[in-house]
């Protein structure tokens, strides 16, 4: 991998539910053996996202005066990728029956609206068993300690509403246009990209080793958990917790592919039967290796 992009989630609803705000966005690039650059702003603003489409991904890079090369790009995605293995899907498993989520996502409305949380919580809600007591968690979640896609409260912990919209977006160009990860084997001939699922807290935690997500510790952080790098400006960093985010997504598919742990995060989980279904978190240990 030659490019990294992390990407927070938002999936706040605009113009009375018709569009969604633009998600913060971070691209790391590498410079060299173990060097990278990472690019935080254009123009002095922070780089932000209208809408998780690969035309707006090269349009973002033909600004920025950078090659977009596909097949050598990972992109870190601030939400969840898989549904627990107690929903029963029509498709086999792996690939097929995320893209067709996708595509179901990105022609889903409620009442006249797009995007929000009650549209998200309304798409979700469809494949929860009826009469379901308890919300099904992905193993990789029971793990982690994060929460699940069903769960909508307490807010600041949704996940769902992000993980809908990026749903959308990924399933609005009518095909599979990236490959996913762990569902999808490695190919050298394939042209695509490869997407991740990322939770910024793991990453604050393991590869930063920081409790909390302090603003003000993260280039000290950063600085001594991977010195082997610039950026162009921590300003943007410094004062937004999810333009923070997105960096740190970036950051932590950089410190993971240097150490080997990117596609392999420990000893274990290769033989993980539940990965291939229901999907893994970007740098999770599998339990039997904590």
Known sequence: MEIFIGIDQTGAGASQGKKAKPLPMCIAVKQGAGTWR???ESSRKPLRLNRFHPQLLQECFDQLGLDLKWNTTAIILDCVLGLPRQIEMGSPKGRPYLWECFARAAGFSQNGKEFGREVAEAF???YLPGNNQAYPKRFCEEVS???SVFQTRPYQKNIQTGTFRLWKD???TGKPWVKIWP???KDKRSDQAWIFEGYPSLIWKQCLQSSSRDLKKLRRLCVKAFPQFEIDTWRHLERSPDLADSFVLAFGGVYLLERGKLWNPSVSFEEEC???REGWILG???PNDI
Do not use: R, V
């Open 183 to 185: 569902f999808d084997k």
């Open 170 to 172: 990924l399933g609005s």
């Open 124 to 126: 979700f809600s469809e």
């Open 284 to 286: 999770l240990k599998h």
């Open 274 to 276: 539940n990965a291939p």
């Open 145 to 147: 300690g994060s929460n």
């Open 38 to 40: 990472f690019i935080t």
